[in-house]
């Protein structure tokens, strides 16, 4: 007999919102085994928890979602009572350079974990009950806005970018493992994250890491676009919150009521970066470059997480501008860890890359 109450396998908690997700399960939960299921791609790193890593209640295993051998192996080392799945690839850029990366990883890799879930639980002892597969998605889903609204649960998909579709496929599969299989599952689509572990590709880490380097500032077309910033801490909670209390079958945005236009957030960093940095204000302002715009750039997210609020009573905790500075005094601390995970493998998958297009 296990001494854990629930032994939980989260996939990609090597990567930004992963390692916060299994810090947050492995400090709060102690009689939870948490086993950390990664790839380690060049977006998964396990110095992002070489804080909780000798942790009675922590393992990780280097696994591919897509290899059905290695995950049925785990489930049968584990017997896993439940999933929580981060494991994707996440950047929209790199999908457009590379479609078929997010189709194996997203859509197979999300069929093939749900295949075995569903398997290993339909042949336990206690069939379905206690289980629970927890799918986390994106807004991206829904499409993009004009000037008005918010997504809603109830907001039809419209992806239109391939990393987009690709998450917006894996969804429906979860649906329909589901309504087909009565899989217990439960879903979040949530907005653009930020904060600490993440991967210097993305806006904001990548803005940091240029301006302390005095390097140009790439804002894509006119900076018009608009996102809706979350401070990744609260997404973790929330996933707590929706894997623990959530109704099985639903879904619930997550979002920080918190919408930036890209070209005013590149300038609120930039006054912070010269505030820490001891530049004058304006130093940093002046390396934004306007660059050419991303295929198909979605123009505006907004999220409506009152569902979210009303049923399980969750909310953002930090304004922007406190998990802003917050953030970037994470990353002046740390320049280690970006010298690390920019180094090797990064630099030389994007020389070829865009170099191509
Ligand atoms: P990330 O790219 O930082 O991390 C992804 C992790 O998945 C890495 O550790 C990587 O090694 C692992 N991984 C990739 N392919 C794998 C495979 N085939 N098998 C096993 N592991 C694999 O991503 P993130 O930003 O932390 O996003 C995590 C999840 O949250 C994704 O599903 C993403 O779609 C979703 N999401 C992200 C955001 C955001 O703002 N970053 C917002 C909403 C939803
Ligand atoms: O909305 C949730 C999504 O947010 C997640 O599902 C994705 O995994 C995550 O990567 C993020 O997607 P975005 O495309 O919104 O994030 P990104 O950081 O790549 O870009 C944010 C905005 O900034 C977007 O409008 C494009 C723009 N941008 C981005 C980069 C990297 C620039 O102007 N310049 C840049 O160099």
């Known amino acids: 007999m296990s001494k854990h109450t629930r032994t939980i396998m989260i996939t990609g908690g090597a990567g930004f919102i992963g390692s916060h997700v299994v810090r947050l399960f492995v400090n709060t939960y102690s009689s939870y085994l948490v086993v950390n299921a990664d790839a380690l791609t060049y977006a998964g790193n396990l110095e992002n928890l070489k804080d909780v890593e000798k942790a009675a209640n922590y393992r990780f295993e280097k696994a591919d979602i897509t290899d059905a051998a290695a995950i049925e192996a785990l489930f049968e080392k584990y017997a896993f009572d439940a999933v929580i799945h981060l494991a994707a690839e996440s950047h929209v850029d790199r999908s457009i350079i590379d479609p078929l990366a997010f189709v194996k990883t997203n859509v197979l890799g999300t069929v093939n974990l749900l295949n075995i879930a569903r398997r290993y639980w339909a042949n336990s002892e206690t069939k379905m009950e206690g289980k629970r597969f927890m799918h986390v998605s994106t807004d991206e889903v ?4 004009g000037e008005e609204g918010f997504f809603t649960e109830e907001t039809a998909y419209d992806p239109r970018s391939p990393y987009s579709a690709s998450k917006a496929s894996s969804d ?33 880490p990548l803005m940091i ?60 960093l930039c006054k912070i970066m010269d505030a820490k940095l001891g ?21 505006r997210y907004a999220i409506d997480a009152s569902k979210l609020n009303r049923e399980l009573g969750w909310k953002p905790s930090l304004q922007f501008e406190e998990g802003l500075e917050k953030t970037v005094d994470w990353y002046l601390q740390n320049g280690d860890w970006i010298k690390h995970v920019t180094s090797g493998d990064y630099q030389h998958y994007y020389q070829e890359q865009y170099a191509k297009r």
Do not use: Q
Not at 142 to 145: D, E, H, I, K, Q
Not at 243 to 264: L, S
């Open 142 to 145: 829904y499409g993009s806005l």
């Open 172 to 204: 429906h599969f979860v649906m329909a493992w589901y309504h087909t299989y009565k899989l217990p599952v439960v879903m979040s689509n949530c907005s653009n994250n930020y904060g600490s572990y993440h991967f210097p590709e993305k806006l904001i």
């Open 209 to 268: 890491n240029n301006i302390v380097n005095n390097k140009s500032l790439p804002v894509y077309g006119k900076g018009e676009n608009v996102r809706d910033w979350l401070f990744v801490e609260d997404h973790a909670r929330a996933i707590d919150v929706i894997f623990h209390n959530g109704r099985t079958g639903e879904k619930y945005n997550v979002g920080g009521f918190n919408e930036w236009k890209n070209i005013d957030l590149v300038h609120l």
């Open 279 to 299: 530049r004058p204000e304006g130093t940093s302002a002046k390396l934004i470059t306007y660059v050419t715009d991303r295929p198909g750039h979605d123009m």
